[in-house]
C-alpha cells in the first residue's frame, strides 16, 4: 500500500526556519518525481518545489528560491523540505506528492501530473 506521511509544520515567526519531512511508503524514491505543494486560504494550490528521484536535479519556483532546499533520504524513504527566512505569504498547507512521469520534475519545471498525495501540513508564519 502507497502512502506519503507529511509532518514538521507548526507555527514560527517571520524569518524563521521549519523542516518539513514526506514519510514515503511502498515507493522506491529514485524511480517518482516528488513536489512539494501548497495552499492558502481562499487561494489555489500551487507549487513550490521538486526533485527528480532518478537524478536528483531539483527545481524551485521563484518565489521560495534561495529560501528553501528540497532535498531526500533514500536509506529513511523520506522527502524534506527546509524553509528558511520563512515570510508571512509562506502561510499555507503544505502537501507532497509523486509522480511516476519523472518528466514531472526537471530543472527548469514542475509539471502538475502527479499521481499520489499526502494529506498535508499546516505552516503557519506569524507574529
Known amino acids: 500500500q502507497v502512502q506519503l506521511v507529511e509532518s514538521g509544520g507548526g507555527l514560527v515567526q517571520p524569518g524563521g526556519s521549519l523542516k518539513l519531512s514526506c514519510a514515503a511508503s511502498?515507493?522506491?524514491?529514485?524511480?517518482?518525481?516528488w513536489g512539494w505543494f501548497r495552499q492558502a486560504p481562499g487561494k489555489e494550490r500551487e507549487a513550490v518545489s521538486c526533485i527528480n528521484g532518478r537524478d536528483g536535479s531539483t527545481y524551485y519556483v521563484p518565489g521560495v528560491k534561495g529560501r528553501f532546499t528540497i532535498s531526500r533520504d533514500n536509506a529513511r524513504n523520506t522527502v524534506y523540505l527546509q524553509m528558511y527566512s520563512l515570510e508571512t505569504e509562506d502561510t499555507a498547507v503544505y502537501s507532497c506528492?509523486?509522480?511516476?512521469?519523472?518528466?514531472?520534475?526537471?530543472?527548469?519545471?514542475?509539471?502538475?501530473?502527479?499521481?499520489?498525495w499526502g494529506q498535508g501540513t499546516q505552516v503557519t508564519v506569524s507574529t
Open positions: 506528492a509523486a509522480a511516476t512521469d519523472l518528466w514531472a520534475c526537471t530543472t527548469r519545471t514542475i509539471k502538475r501530473t502527479y499521481n499520489y
Open positions: 511502498g515507493f522506491a524514491l529514485n524511480t517518482y518525481a
